[in-house]
């Protein structure tokens, strides 16, 4: 009878101990269907443990596993990045990657790459590279039979030292091996310039890191040249960061509110701008490949009667996420918030901005765009920017 009674409080004890475990275990797989979930996968590793014929690598599963779990949420914009593809996750969203500082495209009478742009003070220019330049090896490799990431992958191989640069001059006349440093290089996403007619013409190719201070430097710089208008051209933008997104937004627009948050369960977060504001008449460009950032970008200058949007329909996304890193170095990139214009637009539901003024680019002229080889002067989709904005001012006048 001692034994039992002794027995007892211990057997509670043990019993409250397992309790407050399966309640804590619960509590942090977000509820008993995700315990569950948990309890299957690692049911699984046991299975391969046992039974699996050949060696395997477990982090490579692992990987595999989260990212199709992410998969399983069935959101285009919700993915899994393993340690590596988050380190070079966060060079992208810098503005940064490794490399010597040059934009190329496929060369189709040697199967080199034609050298598209320079950035400006990057190693390449350093070292003598300038567009038109055709590379045709990299270290002794041929890359005339190679892709574009094979390019990347070789000159990225020689990161913190000099890559030996074979290349063709425009002339063709002569080959040269030239040593170009491969080190981090910030992009700027942002280039303009005043166009003839007095219209400052500013691209942006993303609102990643350091974008709303680039283009704010541009739009002071046109205005200092003299620019009268100004067109926003953010097609092909993927979008990019809220701070850089309502930075612009609030150097660009007058006081008020400028952007709404709303997370799962509706509790919203505003951000407003204050009353100093760019009075210039303006334009935007868009098209179907301009997400998140850069149509809501369009919108809400839109709504404020700030802007004309000119161009082809986007495609309407209004979610922003956020990356979780993980202890592993790996991360989740996750939709977490809807996104309402100033009008409480959601552009998602909407389907996107139709322009005020629809005009498309020709096949042609669509992959000139997409090289960097389309001049505004040449771009339908500009020219008929300025002459919207040409025409406001004219009826403007007459009124």
């Known amino acids: 009878m001692k034994r039992t009674q002794k027995a007892y409080p211990i057997l509670v004890g043990l019993l409250a101990g397992l309790l407050i475990s399966a309640a804590a275990l619960t509590a942090l797989f977000g509820g008993f269907s995700g315990l569950r979930s948990a309890l299957k996968y690692a049911a699984v590793l046991r299975v391969f443990r046992a039974s699996f014929v050949a060696d395997y690598d477990m982090e490579a599963v692992t990987d595999s596993a989260m990212e199709g779990a992410v998969e399983g949420l069935e959101d285009r914009w919700s993915y899994y990045m393993n340690a590596e593809e988050y380190a070079s996750y966060q060079d992208y969203a810098a ?26 003070d990057g190693p390449a220019m350093t070292a003598g590279l300038v567009p038109g330049d055709i590379i045709l090896a990299v ?3 041929d890359v005339t039979e190679g892709e574009t990431t094979d390019l990347r992958a070789l000159i990225q191989a020689d990161y913190g030292q000099d890559a030996l640069i074979t290349v063709r001059h425009e002339d063709g006349a002569v080959e040269a091996d030239i040593p170009v ?9 942002v280039t303009y310039e005043l166009l003839e007619s007095g219209t400052g013409y500013i691209s942006l190719a993303n609102f990643r890191e350091g974008s709303a201070q680039d283009a704010i430097d541009a739009v002071e710089d046109l205005m200092a040249q003299g620019a009268v208008r100004l067109v926003f051209d953010v097609r092909n933008d993927p979008g990019g960061q809220l701070t850089e997104l309502t930075a612009l937004l609030d150097y660009l627009l007058p006081e008020g509110e400028i952007f709404i948050r709303s997370d799962k369960y509706g509790k919203e977060t505003i951000e407003t ?3 100093a504001c760019v009075e210039l008449p303006m334009a935007v460009i868009v098209n179907g490949e301009s997400y998140s950032a850069a149509e809501f970008f369009a919108a809400a200058l839109r709504e404020y009667d700030w802007a004309l949007v000119v161009g082809e329909p986007t495609t309407g996304k209004a979610r922003s996420q956020v990356t979780v890193a993980l202890s592993d170095g790996s991360a989740v990139h996750l939709s977490k918030y809807r996104y309402l214009t100033p009008n409480r637009v959601d552009l998602y539901a909407v389907g ?14 669509r992959t000139d765009l997409d090289t960097g080889w389309l001049e505004p002067a ?13 025409q406001a001012e004219i009826d403007g006048a007459g009124a």
């Open 95 to 120: 503005n940064r990657y490794q490399g010597i500082g040059v934009t190329v495209q496929k060369d189709e009478e040697t199967g080199g790459f034609l050298i598209v742009t320079v950035n400006k």
């Open 139 to 141: 270290d002794g490799v």
């Open 181 to 189: 440093s491969c080190e981090v290089i910030y992009s700027s996403p």
């Open 273 to 275: 701008s204050d009353a």
């Open 352 to 365: 996107g901005i139709v322009p005020d003024v629809e005009i498309a680019l020709t096949e042609e002229e």
């Open 378 to 390: 040449e771009d339908p989709q500009v020219m008929a920017a300025e002459d919207a904005l040409l």
